[in-house]
Structure formats: C-alpha cells, structure tokens
C-alpha cells in the first residue's frame, strides 16, 4: 500500500537528527503547590474521544496547564480548524509531558501526549492524518515531532503536516498587524508596547529579530519584542524603550497561550519579572494575560496552514 509524507516531513526528520539537545529549556516552571486559580477544566474539551473515522487532523501544541487559557488560546484554535474540515475528526495532543501530568494530577483531566494520540488515531482506523501544529516556529518542538511522526509512517495511507504560525514573510507580516490591532487601544503616543517570547537555543530564535524588524519596517516603532530565555531580552527591550520619553509600558505575550511564563515571568511580582524591571525603571505597566491563539484572526492563520496542505 503506497504511504506518502510530505516533502518537508522526510526533510525535517533528517535535520532533527543534528539538531542539539535543548528542548528541556522549553519545558515551563511548575510550582509545587499553586497559590493562584487557573479555571475550571472541566470546561476544556481535551479532545482524546475514540469512533474517529477516516480522516483525523490531529492539533499538537506544547500545552499549558492554565485551563480557563487552554481552553480560549489552542481550544479556539481547535474549533477554527473543526469548523473550516467538517469532514476532518479534530483531536488533541500536548509535546510536554510535564503540563499532561499536572493537569491530569490537579484536574483529574487526561490529555494525550502526541504518541498516545497518534496511537488512538491508528487503533480507530484512521487512514488519512493531518498534523497542524500550534507551535510558534519551527524550534525543537517542531522537530521533534516529525521525528516522532516519521516513525508512524506506515501506520497511515497519508500524513502530511502543516506549517507553524510564523513561517513566511507574509506570516510575520499578518501578525505583526494582527497584534498592532489587537492593542491599538494602548497606542497614545506615550506608551511602549512590548511582546514576550519565550526564546531557544535553536536556531529558529531569530524569528523574534524577525518580527522586530517586520514591525519597525511597517512603522510601528513603539512596538517592542523580546524573548524570556534568550535573545532579545528584557534587558534589550527596556534599553531601547528608554530612547524614547515613554510613560507606560504594555506587556502582551508572544506565545499562542498566556500560561506559567506569562502569569509570572512578565506579569508576576518577583523582581526579576517583566513587570517588576519596568515598574523600578519608572514606568506605569499594564499587563494582557492574552494568549495569541485567543485572536480570531490567528486561529485564522493557523486554519490557512492546515488549507495550504489539505487543500
């Protein structure tokens, strides 16, 4: 029976086998007891039913254990390409095993991991497998799960894998005017408005220098991106924000969710946070705990990647 991955899978696959070891730095903190609320889980649809049929999209992201964001960043994400492949069976799977055992822990919730959803997926049948990733570029993450999927590639008639949310030139262009808009409220002339990525060690980090330069090019210069675990960082942001006689700081994460690295590192009261260094530098900071995968307008993206390969 003839099995067809697409071009990018094999590639990618090879070049994961050279890929360092450092997707560990991508895993989130956990804190052994929480002293905050994250929602109701049972709220979230964890997507890992059984009676699948033919045709399964399968929706990967890293997860967060945030259940109210959860729910409105890669659960609206799941609904906008549930909507758009009617005909597609939409399930879930989650690359960090350390989200999946905590929410399941406090929650009680069972959410597959990426081999336990690819394994429902084969012992219900499922001929064609359609993979789009939530994944913001194509970082360890990413890599890593073709590798995986490369060792399923018998398993299916087809799988083909759509492509992350930051891509090509139009991607970073889309996006930059996506969040533009999204905080175009804050934009008065006197305040920064500055986006937190996460940041790796892999090469892909340039995507954040990237969507600098994209949003300076189109004039949003009081637009700033910087990263949490490498380059650019707080300290870069802060340095360039105090060029100019701004009072007010914005603080939006890049990240498809608004989980641990958001509700701490930008938006917690720790004096390394975000928040804290640009309150000791003067400025008057509001913090939106908003995840991209909540805009419409990004799930849209992300259901344009899944069409670039269903077709």
């Known amino acids: 029976m003839k099995k067809m991955i ?10 994961g086998l050279f890929a360092c070891i450092g997707a ?3 895993e989130p903190k956990e804190e052994e007891t929480e002293n905050y609320a994250t929602g109701d889980a049972s709220l979230d649809d964890p997507l890992n039913q059984d009676e699948i049929g033919e045709k399964e999209l399968l929706v990967v992201s890293f997860g967060t254990s945030f259940n109210d964001n959860r729910r409105l960043t890669i659960g ?3 609904k906008s390409l549930a909507e758009a492949f009617p005909e597609w069976s939409v399930r879930r799977g989650f690359t960090s095993q350390i989200i999946i055992d905590h929410v399941f822990s406090r929650d009680g919730e069972a959410i597959d991991n990426v081999t336990q959803a690819l394994d429902r997926a084969v012992d219900n049948g499922v001929k064609e497998l359609m993979v789009q990733p939530t994944h913001l570029m194509h970082g360890f993450e990413y890599t890593d799960l073709i590798e995986t999927l490369a060792a399923y590639a018998d398993a299916f008639e087809t799988i083909a894998v759509g492509e992350p949310l930051l891509t090509s030139e139009e991607d970073f262009s889309a996006v930059a005017d996506i969040i533009v808009n999204a905080t175009a409220a804050y934009d008065d002339g006197k305040t920064a408005i500055c986006f937190m990525g996460h940041g790796t060690e892999a090469e892909s980090n340039k995507v954040y220098a990237e969507m600098q330069q994209t949003l300076f090019d189109a004039g949003y210069d009081n637009y700033y991106v910087g990263t949490v675990e490498a380059e650019p960082s707080v300290e ?3 340095a360039m924000v105090q060029e100019k006689e701004y009072t007010r700081i914005v603080l939006h994460p890049l990240m498809i969710v608004a989980g641990d690295h958001a509700n701490n590192d930008m938006a917690g009261d720790d004096e390394d946070s975000w928040k804290s260094i640009f309150e000791s530098a003067g400025y008057e900071v509001i913090c939106k705990l908003e995840g991209l995968g909540q805009l419409p307008e ?3 993206l992300f259901v ?6 269903i077709g």
Do not use: N, R
């Open 6 to 15: 697409s071009a990018m899978l094999v590639f990618l696959m090879f070049a």
């Open 24 to 26: 560990w730095a991508e």
């Open 76 to 78: 609206g994400i799941e």
């Open 236 to 238: 870069d942001v802060l």
């Open 298 to 300: 990004i799930q849209e």
């Open 304 to 309: 344009a990647h899944a069409k670039d390969v």
